[in-house]
């Protein structure tokens, strides 16, 4: 079944660093476009980077610059890239195909 593990989170101090990964499984991964979105506590759940299947990435505001999307194709893989965090990137975040399918989660907490 169609299926997205994300996975790379935890605890990190401001300024920091952190890489996501998430797993892509039960479908052909190069044909779409992903994204990674995020929800912070007692947020909405927001966009936070997007590639598609030629390579082209976008940004939301907050992240532009310290954020960088990618993916593997031969690998099923998307990642995101995550330097100079702040405490208010503090999330769960989540990769998407299109919007549709939904991984379950990790956390990223950024607190000294």
């Known amino acids: 079944q169609v299926q997205l593990v994300e996975s790379g989170g935890g605890l990190v101090q401001p300024g920091g660093s952190l890489r996501l990964s998430c797993a892509a499984s039960g479908f052909s991964f190069g044909a779409y476009a992903m994204s990674w979105y995020r929800q912070g506590p007692g947020k909405e759940r927001e966009f936070v980077a997007s590639?598609?299947?030629?390579?082209?990435?976008g940004y939301a505001g907050a992240v532009k610059g310290r954020f960088t999307i990618s993916r593997d194709n031969a690998k099923n893989t998307l990642y995101l890239q995550m330097n100079s965090l702040k405490p208010e990137d503090t999330a769960v975040y989540y990769c998407s195909r299109q919007g549709i399918v939904w991984g379950q989660g990790t956390q990223v907490t950024v607190s000294s």
């Open positions: 590639v598609s299947t030629g390579g082209s990435t």
